[in-house]
C-alpha cells in the first residue's frame, strides 16, 4: 500500500493596518499567532499607519491590535464577540 502525504494547508495573505500617528509600537495578536505579542509587530508608515502581512490558514479567528500596552479592537472590521474578559474581539474569517 502505497503511503499517501499529508495535505498541506493552504495559508492566505492577510494585512493589518491600524492607524495611530502617536503611537510607539502596535502588534495585532490573536488566535492565530497564539495571542504572543511579539509574532506580529506592525511598522509604521509616514502617515501614521501601522502594518504588517501575514499568512494564515483558512479559518475564523478572534484577534485585536495592541496599541502600546493597550488593547484596541479594529476600527475597520464591525465584525466583533464578546470575551471572556467582558469586552470584545474583532472576528477574522479566512477562507
Known amino acids: ?3 499517501t502525504k499529508p ?7 492577510i494585512q493589518f493596518e491600524y492607524h495611530s500617528p502617536d503611537a510607539s509600537e502596535v502588534t495585532v495578536v490573536g488566535d492565530f499567532n497564539q495571542w504572543d505579542p511579539k509574532k506580529h ?8 499607519d501601522w502594518a504588517t ?7 475564523t479567528y478572534e484577534y485585536k491590535f495592541l496599541v502600546d ?3 484596541v479592537e479594529d476600527p475597520g472590521n464591525p465584525e466583533i464577540r464578546q ?4 469586552t470584545h474581539n474583532n472576528i477574522l474569517k479566512v477562507s
Do not use: S, V
Request: proline share 6%; with cysteine.
Open 69 to 71: 500596552g493597550h488593547w
Open 53 to 59: 502581512t501575514t499568512m494564515i490558514p483558512p479559518g
Open 41 to 48: 509587530i506592525m511598522q509604521k508608515k509616514a502617515t501614521g
Open 1 to 3: 500500500m502505497a503511503k
Open 83 to 86: 470575551n471572556c474578559f467582558g
Open 7 to 13: 495535505e498541506k494547508t493552504i495559508k492566505r495573505k
